[in-house]
């Protein structure tokens, strides 16, 4: 036992060494942990806290964008929503097809050439034996030009229509390079085209405004307004005072905390 002993001491000392380290360890992120809340109350960035609410979020929602939202209630009269081009067949396929097996067998009434085709100015292969109508829309729909295409069974017609509410631009059809016949067969070369429109609202009874978005992000300082519906609502910004509190309480444990700890 006796020989023993500079050894046992040797690890008491050890074990003591560690419970330091990891005293010093807890303490480094308790004191990062205050300078971290230090450093926010200096430059009184989380300061900016702010609470905002809508009569009618149906029709508006907004979102403070910026660190110095304009405060205050404000009224949007919305009376027309952004929309986007929508391309329609000129005319109906004409057959009943159907248009999840390929196009040889779908029952349609035209021979569709394989070949390419264009929207957009994007080119797209066509394989008659293979391709079905659904594999042909999913091509456009997943190729990134900023258009979605549909088939309606009902009206026997395919519609395209721009995916960004308030693009008003014209969707084009064809080029002169396309070897398929696929958009004469759906009468898309003729497509009737809905150009879209853009959004109109006003702000405390003040001149129309006109944005091609219905994400408006100009119109109150440093708040983002969400056109929903049409109508009228009140937007009403103010500090978020609760908010500042608990910043306050969070620092006043955090600096206590240390304080115990050291």
């Known amino acids: 036992q006796i020989e023993r002993q500079p050894i046992l001491r040797m690890q008491r000392r050890i074990v003591a060494l560690e419970e330091q380290r990891d005293a010093i360890k807890a303490l480094r992120t308790q004191l990062l942990s205050l300078r971290s809340k230090v450093q926010d109350f200096r430059f009184e960035i989380d300061f900016n806290q702010f609470q905002i609410d809508t ?3 149906a029709t508006v929602t907004a979102a403070a964008s910026g660190s110095n939202p304009t405060s205050g209630a404000f009224s949007i009269n919305v009376t027309r929503l952004a929309s986007a081009t929508v391309a329609t067949s000129g005319g109906s396929i ?3 097809i159907n248009p999840a097996v390929a196009f040889a067998t779908s029952g349609v009434n035209h021979e569709v050439t394989s070949g390419t085709f264009s929207v957009n100015g994007t080119q797209f292969d066509f394989d008659f034996s293979a391709f079905s ?3 042909a829309l999913a091509a456009i729909n997943g190729s990134g030009i900023g258009v979605s295409a549909t088939y309606d069974a009902v009206s026997d017609k395919v519609t395209m229509m721009n995916t960004d509410p308030g693009d008003t631009s014209i969707i084009n059809f064809g080029a002169t390079s396309d070897t398929s016949n696929f958009l004469d067969v759906f009468n898309l070369t003729s497509a ?3 150009v879209g ?5 006003s702000i405390d009874g003040g001149p129309v405004q006109t944005h091609n978005t219905n994400d408006i992000t100009d119109a109150v300082g440093d708040v983002a307004i969400n056109l929903k519906s049409l109508g009228t609502t009140t937007i009403n910004l103010t500090q978020d005072q609760d908010a500042v509190i608990e910043l306050i309480r969070e ?7 240390s304080i115990a700890d050291i």
């Open 55 to 57: 009569s009618d979020a």
């Open 94 to 96: 004409g057959a009943s």
């Open 133 to 135: 109508l659904n594999d």
């Open 192 to 194: 009737v085209q809905a």
């Open 197 to 201: 429109q853009d959004s109109e609202f």
């Open 251 to 257: 620092f006043v444990d955090t600096f206590n905390e």
